[in-house]
């Protein structure tokens, strides 16, 4: 039989996520930011991951950000934000780390959906990743294109669906291959543009940034 209309609907507006943020420890980040030093990579990379963190507290169906990362620069400033900070217990990579945090979600709210997303999309707003969880939630699985068009940036699995990350080379492909739905609307460009490379921070920058990483990119010449 197929699902009531009206009440996928309904669970997308009421339907509440846990969204696990996974960041590294920032001496090893952003290394395909190639010219930049390493202090300089590491500055970007926590501007960035504290605008997403705080674009992502204040979405709307976002009942609790989980930052797992083991840096306690990362960890201080994701908290002062309001996010719930997991140490990697891992240590296994990105996947490892969204699973970890999806299973404190499972075990603490068993009714919540599952959410990873990506720890530098500067220019992300709140709105956009309320409306592609909500999307999510009528769906079961489904995950936001990165705007290169062959990664992720978000992954989405609402309760009852298994919580199955396959964010690396090639995820689009291998999320399409799983059976997630590809969400791609104009109204998503900040929730698809990630930064590795400056170009990508140009990019954004045109967007616009959240407000640590466009203090950073105005006090220096990054763009």
């Known amino acids: 039989m197929a699902p009531d209309v009206d009440?996928?609907?309904?669970?997308?507006?009421?339907?509440?996520?846990?969204?696990?943020?996974?960041?590294?420890?920032?001496?090893?980040?952003?290394?395909?930011?190639?010219?930049?030093?390493?202090?300089?990579?590491?500055?970007?990379?926590?501007a960035m991951a504290a605008d997403t963190i705080a674009a992502a507290v204040q979405a709307q169906t976002v009942g609790a950000v989980l930052v797992v990362t083991d840096d306690p620069v990362v960890g201080d400033i994701a908290a002062a934000l309001g996010a719930i900070v997991l140490p990697d217990t891992p240590q296994a990579?990105?996947?490892?780390?969204?699973?970890?945090?999806?299973?404190?979600?499972?075990?603490?709210?068993?009714?919540?959906?599952?959410?990873g997303l990506a720890g530098d999309l500067p220019g992300l707003k709140p709105g956009e990743l309320t409306a592609a969880l909500g999307a999510a939630a009528r769906v079961g699985a489904a995950?936001?294109?990165?705007?290169?068009?062959?990664?992720?940036?978000?992954?989405?699995?609402?309760?009852?669906?298994?919580?199955?990350?396959?964010?690396?080379?090639?995820?689009?492909?291998?999320?399409?291959?799983?059976?997630?739905?590809?969400?791609i609307a104009r109204e998503l460009v900040g929730l698809r543009q990630d930064v590795d490379t400056i170009e990508d921070l140009r990019a954004a920058t045109k967007i616009g940034l959240g407000p640590r990483t466009r203090a950073l990119v105005a006090a220096g010449s990054w763009v």
């Open 143 to 183: 995950f936001v294109p990165d705007a290169e068009g062959t990664g992720t940036t978000l992954y989405a699995a609402a309760p009852g669906t298994r919580f199955c990350p396959q964010f690396g080379p090639a995820s689009r492909d291998k999320h399409l291959a799983a059976g997630a739905m590809e969400l």
């Open 7 to 46: 009440l996928l609907a309904a669970r997308s507006a009421t339907l509440t996520w846990s969204l696990v943020i996974p960041v590294k420890v920032l001496a090893q980040a952003k290394s395909r930011l190639t010219g930049l030093a390493d202090r300089r990579r590491s500055e970007l990379a926590l």
């Open 93 to 115: 990579g990105l996947n490892d780390a969204l699973a970890h945090g999806a299973a404190y979600s499972e075990h603490r709210w068993p009714d919540r959906g599952r959410a």
